[in-house]
């Protein structure tokens, strides 16, 4: 399963931060200014975007599909999936990490490097 966008429950900052504790994730809060699409690239662990602010577009690469999301939305994406993002209008969001250590050392991988 690639990325998937569903509407949250959640209201602003806060709100996102409770959904994710209880989700048993670890939060870390993100801006992206508006831009060009990153370089395509995926993660070792999962992770969950909760947009509080502005508009982030995904690119899920294996799919061949664009998804846009905005505030309230809820972008998931599984570990070792292939994807960019851009924000056409910046944004503002709460991370949920698997693991603390996966909230502190998150990066992207590049392509190649992918197990596969």
Do not use: N
């Not at 690639?2 to 870390?28: M, N, P, Y």
């Not at 993660?43 to 998804?67: C, P």
Request: aromatic share 6%; with cysteine; hydrophobic share 40%.
């Amino acid at each position: 399963m690639g990325v998937t966008i569903t509407k949250g429950d959640f209201g602003d900052k806060s709100d996102a931060i409770a959904e994710v504790e209880s989700q048993g994730l670890f939060a870390r809060e993100g801006a992206m200014g508006m831009g060009d699409l990153e370089d395509v690239h995926w993660h070792k662990t999962s992770l969950k975007i909760y947009v509080l602010e502005g508009s982030f577009e995904t690119r899920d690469v294996e799919a061949d599909a664009d998804l846009m999301a905005g505030p309230g939305d809820i972008i998931s994406i599984p570990a070792e999936t292939l994807h960019a993002a851009r924000c056409p209008i910046p944004a503002r969001y709460v991370v949920g990490f698997e693991s603390a250590e996966a909230a502190a050392a998150f990066r992207p991988e590049v392509p190649a490097d992918l197990p596969r």
